[in-house]
């Protein structure tokens, strides 16, 4: 499949999700979580999801609740989507944000 098509399918995962998340989650945590990006393999057998969130909760617990919540999500998913196979998703903290907030910090810092 063409690295295009994947990324398109990427972007609508993350949409999708997006809304999966603010519409039908019940639990709190997962209501404070925001998807970033999705990496989806060219079979389309798995989609890495990548993901931050801002609350008190530490990272381990939130995992954990993804990784529960995980074939609910996928099975919404299918739903939505109009593929023919819809990916495994395997959910990863987006480190990006805490890291881009910590250069602020640091150039902040050398400014003052």
């Given at each position: 499949m063409?690295?295009?098509?994947?990324e398109r399918i990427g972007s609508q995962i993350v949409k999708e999700l997006s809304e999966i998340i603010l519409?039908?989650?019940?639990s709190e945590i997962l209501?404070?979580?925001t998807i970033t990006a999705a990496d989806v393999t060219s079979?389309?057998?798995?989609?890495?999801?990548?993901?931050?969130?801002?609350?008190e909760y530490d990272k381990k617990e939130?995992?954990?609740?993804?990784?529960?919540?995980?074939?609910?999500?996928r099975t919404e998913l299918?739903?939505?989507?109009?593929?023919?196979?819809?990916?495994n998703l395997r959910f990863?903290?987006?480190e990006s944000i805490e890291y881009g907030a910590n250069i602020e910090k640091i150039l902040a810092d050398i400014n003052k």
């Open positions: 063409s690295k295009i098509k994947t519409e039908k989650a019940k209501n404070k979580i079979d389309l057998g798995l989609a890495k999801i990548y993901y931050t969130y801002l609350s939130v995992q954990d609740e993804l990784d529960k919540a995980s074939s609910f999500l299918a739903e939505r989507m109009d593929i023919r196979h819809t990916p990863i903290f987006d």
